[in-house]
């Protein structure tokens, strides 16, 4: 097996991502055999960032438990296109290795705070963070005050929002109607929150 790039500090070795594909998707290890969209992986990478950091791994395919490969130029795209999602100084980096002729790629991701995406990694899953969660990850305190906290909060909602717009734009003409009841639904979680704010700064350490 051949590496392709030197290795930066931190990420996996050549070694090492084939052992960690081997042995699946965990908690700080996600294996595909193909790219996914650009959404999707700035998701994975906000979701490893706010948990305890990880490796997403391309072109392994686990159930054949082999190397299958993945074009380089396209997760590279796909990539950057992530990382313009995110915004900021994220601190993700990307590596390819040529195992047995074919390519894989590992996005290494350290734990950090991803403010433009609430989402967290959850066992195998991605999750929208708590307000509890969100609260403890922004590092709140008790001298912060309602407002700060709603904005805060405000994010997730935003975030739900967004999901749900991308949802029913690509749904069928009949979905699309239900649109405004599920904005009204929104606007009663929103006021749900804000009366939940009152009590957060005495549930916080």
Known sequence: MEQTESKPKGILTESE?????????????EV????????ILSDLIAAFAHHLGGSIIFGYHARRGKVVGCNRTRIQRRYEEA???LG???????????VHG????VVHVPKQVIPTRPVVRFETTIRLLTRAQLAALMGRTRSDTAPEIFGAMLV?????????????????SWRRKVRDGI???AISALLAYFAGLLRLPHLLP
């Open 17 to 29: 991502a084939v052992t960690f594909a081997q042995g699946g998707s965990s908690e700080t290890v």
């Open 156 to 172: 997730i909602l935003m975030e739900k929002l967004r999901r749900t717009e991308l949802r029913l734009a690509e749904a069928d």
């Open 183 to 185: 904005i009204g639904a």
């Open 102 to 105: 074919r390519v894989m790629a």
């Open 32 to 39: 595909r055999g193909r790219m996914t969209s650009a959404r």
């Open 83 to 85: 990382r313009n999602e």
């Open 88 to 98: 900021g100084d994220h601190l993700s980096s990307i590596q390819f290795y040529t």
